[in-house]
Antibody
Framework: QVQLLESGPGLVKPSETLSLTCTVS?????????WGWIRQPPGKGLDWIAT???????YYNPSLKSRVSISVDTSKNQFSLNLKSATAADTAVYYC???????????????WGQGTKVTVST | SYVLTQPPSLSVAPAMTANITCGGD??????VHWYQQKPGQAPVLVIS???GRPSGIPERFSGSNSGNTATLTISRVEAGDEADYYC???????????FGGGTKLTVL
């Protein structure tokens, strides 16, 4: 049974880079599937950020593309998110997730982490 | 970019049927996925590819998709079904994920 666990700072200062890691257990990232990040601002809906395939192909939300990068660390079986120039609008619960089938298109997500809350504030 | 429109809220009495809609331009040509999210929890996939039910999801949950509207149907609604529900598609024209704004289901 695959499990995903998000980690990273709970507090980020404005203009700094928000960096999060998703540690995957029970499955090797390089074996297949697509791996994504989704966020949810307080009291609001789900907002997809980015997805990466096991082979390294990336997909980004157009509204965030200029500030976001997603990558895989195969040695640690992790994938990561970097969001540059953070603002208060980036305050949210951030989820990592894996898709259901492992073939394109990279949806739906059927395995989710528990989420990690990130606040952007001084 | 592709837009999915959901009603913000829906109220249903126990044992009745809830129909949660998701509107989009020719959405019937897309594969629609539905998620349930309870307060403080991660979303759970309840319907995949318009009408597929992942393992562990009760038969009371079903989906349909035609024309400009996809629908998540919850039969014999229970108090435990009270949650936010989100539809989702893959926008193949621009290679990105689209979520609807979500519908808060209240069980009266």
């Amino acid at each position: 049974q695959v499990q995903l666990l998000e980690s990273g700072p709970g507090l980020v200062k404005p203009s700094e880079t928000l960096s999060l890691t998703c540690t995957v257990s029970g499955y090797s990232i390089t074996s297949g599937y697509f791996w994504g990040w989704i966020r949810q601002p307080p009291g609001k809906g789900l907002d997809w950020i980015a997805t990466i395939s096991y082979s390294g192909r990336t997909y980004y939300n157009p509204s965030l593309k200029s500030r976001v990068s997603i990558s895989v660390d195969t040695s640690k079986n992790q994938f990561s998110l970097n969001l540059k120039s953070a603002t208060a609008a980036d305050t949210a619960v951030y989820y990592c997730a894996r898709d259901l089938v492992g073939t394109s298109p990279p949806v739906p997500f059927d395995n989710w982490g528990q989420g990690t809350k990130v606040t952007v504030s001084t | 970019s592709y837009v999915l429109t959901q009603p913000p809220s829906l109220s249903v009495a126990p044992a009745m049927t809830a129909n949660i809609t998701c509107g989009g331009d020719d959405i019937g040509s897309e594969s629609v996925h539905w998620y349930q999210q309870k307060p403080g929890q991660a979303p759970v996939l309840v319907i995949s590819y318009d009408d597929g039910r992942p393992s562990g999801i009760p038969e009371r949950f079903s989906g349909s998709n035609s024309g400009n509207t996809a629908t998540l149907t919850i039969s014999r609604v229970e108090a435990g079904d009270e949650a936010d529900y989100y539809c989702q598609v893959w926008d193949g024209a621009s290679d990105h994920v689209v979520f609807g704004g979500g519908t808060k289901l209240t069980v009266l």
